[in-house]
């Protein structure tokens, strides 16, 4: 049943066949030929993998990106961050890693993020003489930040497939994302200097004070949903609808570039891209169903539960097997079906759950970025308008980067847990 | 034969000492033909999902919580009124008696086999603003409940603002105060470190919680006459054993609460509070009818 | 296809495209309800968990014409790029047979599930769940004219100003 499933699953991914119907069908395949399962299971798994609340998120998330978009709210995001560093050599790329962690903290989806800053960023730096790939590369990277600086769909999902607080995992994003995004600043500084890139990012920028007060109504957007979640005024569930209607009210009536009649346009769009995306997690709720019955969880457990001598080696097999899945299968997919196999073992060698989750998620955030299935390449190529491949050879600076973060968040613990530590003894 | 029995708790818990003493009963009567494999933490899906798989026959076994299984058996919502059941001796009586025999039976039309009654405990109140000791006390006060029409009501009937929302949220709603209080049974509190999120326990038992041992009829019309008395014999020895796990749970309860620094309110208005959820009683029999509802009032009488 | 059958299917996918869209912002606003409930008034909405859930679930089904129809089902595009025309062709026509079984499979056994949950309700709505799982074999029939369309007539969904 196990190897029939995965088979069907390359086979079908090499057809190119849509990820949520590769999934669906390469278990519709394994039911159908090596179990006694009904296939009415197929239905009532991939309803059930929707029938949760905190998934809601996901279409309010990419509602929010959309409007954000179109209402001039990341326009302004990327005015502040030009203002704020982009006078140095390079500083226009490092005005993207900034707008990225700004969006960050609203959105929970880094292709959401791709889209809302890469299409004013990437065409900018393209005018400053980026080469196209680089700009799209470097585009790709920082959208990274949007799952791992909370709020963050990957998250929830993590907290619902192992029954972890998503509050605590939220906290716990916040100094990772920071090493991350310095890691990103620091390889763009490194990158713009051996390559020449960026020389004239300095021109045309406005004073800070200027584009801070033009982006007030934006940046207090991070603000309310934080300060709303942590305030005890709705749930990080609730936050992402909160922040699609604060965008759209501010996009309609505060800087008015929203009209009515873009809305049912954003809507349409926004429908797609969640549709696209939910199906994916419902074809992997079935997925997933199939793979706790069989034994491969229990012996992938107790396998690893019995191989390593220490936290320290346990943490790096999770690492590459992580870094080989992050390479083929889609975030959301990995986590459901890995997130409630690993997560307990971790426990068993003294890995604290969210110190764990974080991991994943910064390891499979990079996937994103990791060819051959990357969602943010797909998304910085198609706003850059150049090819997936083109991107491969400028990927090797950012992913460093990221490898060389992972490696500080999973071996220094403090990184992920001291704000978290620090906030449930003040709340308890 | 191979059987997976769903839960949603972890392993080491009411459910899982339920689910592991059928594991032995079954593989010790059977000579291990019958093997058993414990899938818990929820793997396999919620509770209303795994009442589904078991309708249409592809999980086998589950012990589950009466939460989800009013609306595949309406029956059942009887038990989620307020104040019914006076103690764990009379409850335990009477669901084992024909009373309770009687609801397993409307499972089977459903493509569900009821083989016993476990059991959650007594369901209490904890909350974060002060000591709850009568109806006053609770007014206003916005109290996570579960997605149930007839514990929304008793809610609202005694003046809270029942707030339903689901269970992964909870904890860090309770921290950040965006709900104020929850009502759950002992082992819930106990597993999930409540006193990090609240001050108050009021020791209400407002409704008792029972559980279900659950196997889906597709399996069950599979196995052979030895088989289903295997089965049977199993089931009780589970009941048994999470009772205890209940008791013990129930015993040691209040002490750890009290050790955590949370107060606890035993002593309260109940009378006061049966009088409160009045309204709750009267729309149930509107809608349900109270027959089953006499026979319970009547057998603790 | 024939040209009136094409220009059917469109119309069919637009429609189920715009309810789609018109799901996704009742949902927005349920959620919003809530939360203004809850903190505004004090006393939640009790209802409005529910009814976003499925009505979300109703979205998912009811865009999936428009995503197969504008090629945003996320496919791995690498043996694509590599074959030869003829042979890209060919796989192209598997991939469309394998979604349509795929949507079959849905549409057959999902209306199989919605009879099979007839006698549960949704809780806290007196309603069917049939209601709730009726989105999967309904989605997937109406996918079907978005699927062929993509085949013979591709088309990107244009995304406006926002790129
Ligand atoms: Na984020
Ligand atoms: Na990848």
Redesign the pocket.
């Given at each position: 049943m196990n190897i029939a499933l995965v088979s069907a699953l390359i086979f079908l991914f090499a057809l190119s066949v849509p990820v949520a119907v590769a999934i669906a069908l390469s278990a519709i395949f394994g039911i159908t030929f090596f179990s006694n399962l009904p296939l009415l299971v197929v239905p009532q798994k991939m309803f059930n993998a929707l029938d949760s609340f905190p998934l809601l998120a996901i279409p309010f998330f990419i509602l929010a990106g959309n409007i954000m978009t179109r209402g001039g709210v990341s326009r302004r995001l990327v005015d502040f961050a030009k203002g704020l560093v982009g006078g140095v050599q390079g500083g226009l790329a490092s005005s993207c890693v900034i707008t990225c962690m700004i969006f960050?903290?609203?959105?929970?989806s880094s292709v959401a993020t791709t889209f809302a800053v890469g299409a004013i960023l990437i065409p900018a730096m393209v005018k400053h003489g980026y080469p196209t790939p680089v700009a799209a590369t470097i585009q790709a990277a920082s959208a990274e930040?949007?799952?791992?600086?909370?709020?963050?769909i990957p998250m929830i999902l993590y907290a619902v497939a192992t029954e972890t607080s998503v509050t605590q995992l939220f906290i716990a994003g916040i100094g990772p994302g920071l090493v991350i995004g310095v890691a990103l600043l620091v390889m763009v500084q490194i990158w713009c200097r051996l390559k020449g890139y960026g020389k004239e990012d300095g021109a045309n920028r406005e004073p800070f004070l200027k584009v801070t007060l033009n982006a007030f109504w934006a940046l207090m957007l991070p603000v309310i949903i934080i300060g709303g979640i942590y305030g005890g005024i709705f749930t990080p569930t609730e936050a992402a609808a909160v922040s699609a209607v604060y965008a759209l009210v501010v996009g309609l009536f505060v800087y008015r570039e929203l009209k009515f009649s873009d809305l049912p346009d954003i809507f349409r769009i926004s429908a797609v891209s969640t549709g696209a995306v939910m199906l994916i997690i419902a074809a992997a709720g079935l997925f997933s169903f199939l793979v706790s019955l069989s034994d491969i969880p229990s012996l992938i457990g107790s396998w690893a539960r019995g191989s390593f001598d220490s936290w320290i080696t346990f943490l790096l097999f999770v690492n590459v097997l992580l870094f080989v899945v992050g390479m083929f299968v889609e975030t959301s997919a990995a986590i459901l079906v890995l997130a409630p196999i690993l997560a307990p073992v971790a426990v068993a060698y003294g890995v604290d759950p969210v110190h764990f989750g974080i991991i994943m998620i910064v390891n499979l955030a990079m996937g994103m970025i990791t060819p051959p299935l990357g969602v943010n390449l797909f998304a910085a190529a198609t706003v850059a308008r150049t090819p997936v491949q083109s991107m491969f050879r400028p990927l090797v600076f950012p992913v460093t980067s990221v490898i060389l973060s992972l490696a500080l968040i999973t071996y220094i613990p403090a990184i992920t847990l001291w704000l978290r530590d620090m906030s449930v003894a003040a709340g308890g | 034969k191979e059987l997976n029995i769903a839960i949603t708790p972890p392993e080491e818990s009411h459910y899982g000492a339920g689910a592991k003493a059928f594991k032995a009963k079954i593989e010790e009567l059977s000579k291990g033909d019958v093997t058993v494999n414990i899938k818990a933490n929820g793997v396999l899906g919620g509770e209303r999902e795994v009442l589904e798989g078991m309708q249409i026959g592809s999980i086998e076994m589950a012990v589950t919580s009466t939460g989800a299984v009013g609306g595949f058996v309406p029956d059942t919502y009887v038990l989620d009124l307020p104040f019914l059941f006076k103690s764990y001796d009379s409850a335990r009586t009477i669901l084992d008696g024909p009373i309770g025999q009687g609801l397993l039976d409307k499972f089977e039309p459903q493509g569900l086999v009821a083989l016993g009654w476990a059991e959650n405990g007594f369901r209490h109140i904890t909350n974060s603003k002060h000591p709850i000791k009568g109806p006053d006390d609770i007014k206003g006060m916005k109290i996570r409940t579960m997605e149930n029409d007839i514990h929304i009501a008793a809610f609202n009937a005694a003046g809270a603002a029942p707030t339903p929302m689901s269970w992964n949220e909870v904890i860090t709603a309770l921290q950040q105060g965006t709900i104020d209080g929850q009502e759950n049974p002992m082992s819930i509190f106990i597993a999930n470190k409540i006193w990090d999120v609240q001050k108050y326990v009021t020791l209400s038992g407002h409704v008792y919680s029972p559980a279900l041992v659950l196997m889906s009829k597709v399996t069950w019309d599979g196995l052979s006459d030895d088989e289903k008395a295997w089965v049977r014999e199993a089931a009780k020895a589970a009941i048994q054993a999470n009772r205890d796990y209940v008791s013990k749970n129930e015993e040691i309860g209040i002490k750890t609460l009290r050790e955590h620094g949370i107060d606890v309110t035993e002593d309260f208005d109940r009378d006061g509070f049966v009088q409160a959820v009045q309204p709750a009683y009267e729309a149930f029999s509107e809608k349900y009818g109270s027959e089953v509802l006499d026979q319970i009032r009547d057998a603790q009488k | 296809m024939r040209s009136w059958a094409a220009s059917a299917s469109e119309k069919l996918i637009s429609l189920t495209h715009n309810i789609a869209a018109i799901l996704l912002a009742l949902a927005t606003a349920l959620i919003f309800i809530q939360v203004i409930t809850r903190f505004g008034m004090g006393r939640a909405a009790v209802w409005t968990e529910v009814v976003a859930r499925g009505v979300v679930i109703w979205m998912v089904f009811m865009v999936a014409g428009a995503g197969f129809r504008y090629g945003a089902m996320i496919p791995l595009e690498f043996i694509r790029g590599v074959v030869p025309p003829s042979v890209k062709r060919l796989v192209m026509g598997v991939v469309t047979l394998l979604v349509l079984l795929f949507l079959g499979v849905l549409a057959w056994y999902g209306t199989m599930m919605a009879m099979r949950v007839s006698g549960q309700k949704v809780a806290m709505l007196q309603i069917s769940m049939s209601w709730f799982y009726a989105a999967i074999p309904v989605g997937a029939l109406l996918a079907v004219p978005g699927v062929l369309l993509a085949h013979l007539a591709p088309r990107e969904l244009d995304r406006g100003a926002s790129e």
């Open positions: 960050a903290a609203i959105s929970g930040l949007g799952v791992v600086i909370p709020p963050s | - | -």
